[in-house]
């Protein structure tokens, strides 16, 4: 058995598979741990830190002997011997594959997008934003003129939950621990912009929740520029549709998404966002010993419309593909996915989030959506440790405003002239083609 992936997907079915005898798991990623992307922008804006968002696989399965963990970058699969190539040179086969590899950011063509801003997709990306928005603020407190050459405006691409959560911890940010800490910048002149191509915010969730997001960004100083697209990403400034510009030198895209490279290179159906097509059962079309799971397949939900890139999602499908791989092996019929809506969450701001719950989305908003927010992710943590640190981080930030992991490692990313295209790692980033 082979999985592709240790992430949201690919972890909830070696989860559920690695307690069976019947099985012997090998489990390929490119890196050795697990990244809890929700959280990323909590790492970017210095309120976390690394290890508070991901976590080793070793770790997770060092107790279980029928699975092996290879650290492996996947470059090719063929779908008729469910064989996988990797970049290490290497070739791994198994009777069932199953390909959790995620996404990647779609720059969609866009001029300069791919070359000129930070993504948020990675760990990597995450530590590299950290530092560039870090460097910013001591390179304009070194240098004020930089300032009216947009040293302290960030523009932030696309108005879904992580454009619109990064945007609030960023203006937070900005309003306590900059201007706190740094006596000598006009932090006032900061400006977060949030640029979305739609008329509203968050838009899976209801018309409440659009407005109520807009007024709490707007409330804590955000610049909303709605119905407009960015066009063109220069290192110094962005165009937008209707031919307006923002100097800036930190652009950050939320814009959109397309699964990872290596569904372009599996030979298998993809549909939209390059994401693999896959039956009610989690199978490949065509393929019933082929699984394709999470951000990387286009999950048919009961209206026969995709399932959104959700980690719960994801989560599910990696657990009903272990039972109907079990199913599989002990000759029972596969049964279709059956995702159960928990709902839908988004952090706005300080005492600010909105929390949607179950099917029929029960609106909460304010303090009380924020405490649930804050109680379920810490839930979704791993380890005891990294709960207690991460509470630790969190009421300290509350109650005294300080954001205690700023610190400027990635000095690759930190330099005013520098992009995100010219470091490595250039797979987590690839534009679309
Ligand atoms: C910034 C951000 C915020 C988010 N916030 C939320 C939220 O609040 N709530 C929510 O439900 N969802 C959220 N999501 C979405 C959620 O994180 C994803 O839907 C979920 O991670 C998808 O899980 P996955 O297992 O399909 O992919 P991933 O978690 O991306 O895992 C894919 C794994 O495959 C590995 N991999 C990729 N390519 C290869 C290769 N070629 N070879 C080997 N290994 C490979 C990667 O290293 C990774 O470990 C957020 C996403 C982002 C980016």
């Known amino acids: 058995m082979l999985i592709v992936g240790g992430g949201f997907a690919g972890l909830g079915c070696a989860f559920d598979l690695v307690r069976s005898d019947a099985v012997r798991i090998t489990l390929l990623d490119r890196h050795n741990y697990h990244q809890f992307q929700p959280l990323f922008y909590q790492l970017a804006t210095s309120q976390l830190s690394v290890r508070d968002v991901s976590f080793s696989l070793r770790r997770v399965f060092r107790e279980k002997s029928n699975i092996d963990i290879k650290l492996v970058e996947v470059t090719r699969v063929d779908p008729k011997t469910r064989t996988v190539e990797t970049k290490e040179g290497e070739t791994y086969q198994g009777d069932f594959l199953v390909l959790a590899a995620g996404s990647q950011a779609n720059f969609f063509n866009i001029p300069g997008a791919q070359s000129n801003t930070f993504p948020l997709y990675t760990l990597t990306d995450a530590q590299r934003l950290r530092s560039r928005i870090l460097a910013l603020f001591e390179d304009a407190d070194r240098d004020p003129k930089l300032i009216d050459q947009g040293a302290l405006n960030f523009v932030i691409v696309g108005g879904g939950p992580t454009g619109t959560e990064m945007s609030g911890s960023l203006a937070d940010m900005i309003h306590s621990t900059v201007s706190a800490e740094y006596p000598d910048l006009a932090s006032s002149a900061a400006r977060v912009y949030l640029v979305e191509r739609g008329s509203t915010l968050l838009p899976p969730f209801s018309a409440g929740a659009h407005e109520y997001a807009s007024r709490v960004l707007q409330r804590d100083g955000v610049q909303l520029r709605l119905n407009a697209s960015v066009t063109e990403v220069h290192p110094d400034h962005v165009v937008l549709g209707d031919g307006n510009t923002i100097k800036t030198r930190c652009v950050i895209w939320g814009a959109g998404l397309m699964a990872a490279p290596v569904a372009r290179a599996s030979g298998l159906p993809t549909g939209r966002g390059g994401r693999v097509q896959v039956e009610p059962d989690l199978t490949v079309t065509g393929f019933p010993a ?139 980033t690839a534009a679309a083609k």
Do not use: C
């Open 290 to 428: 082929i699984y394709a799971l999470g951000d990387f397949a286009n999950i048919p939900g009961p209206d026969g419309r995709a399932l959104p890139q959700l980690g719960s999602v994801a989560l599910q499908a990696g657990r009903w593909a272990a039972k109907n791989i079990l199913a599989d092996i002990e000759g029972k019929p596969r049964r279709p996915f059956h995702y159960f809506d928990k709902g839908i969450m988004a952090m706005i701001g300080r005492n600010a989030a909105i929390a949607e719950i179950g099917e029929r989305r029960h609106e909460l908003t304010g303090a009380v959506a924020y405490a649930m927010w804050l109680g379920v992710h810490l839930a979704l943590l791993t380890t005891l440790q990294v709960k207690i640190e991460t509470f630790v981080e969190w009421v300290w930030d509350y109650f005294l405003q300080e954001r205690g992991v700023q610190l400027l490692n990635r000095s690759d990313a930190a330099r005013i002239d520098w992009y995100g295209d010219q470091s490595g790692d250039k797979n987590d």
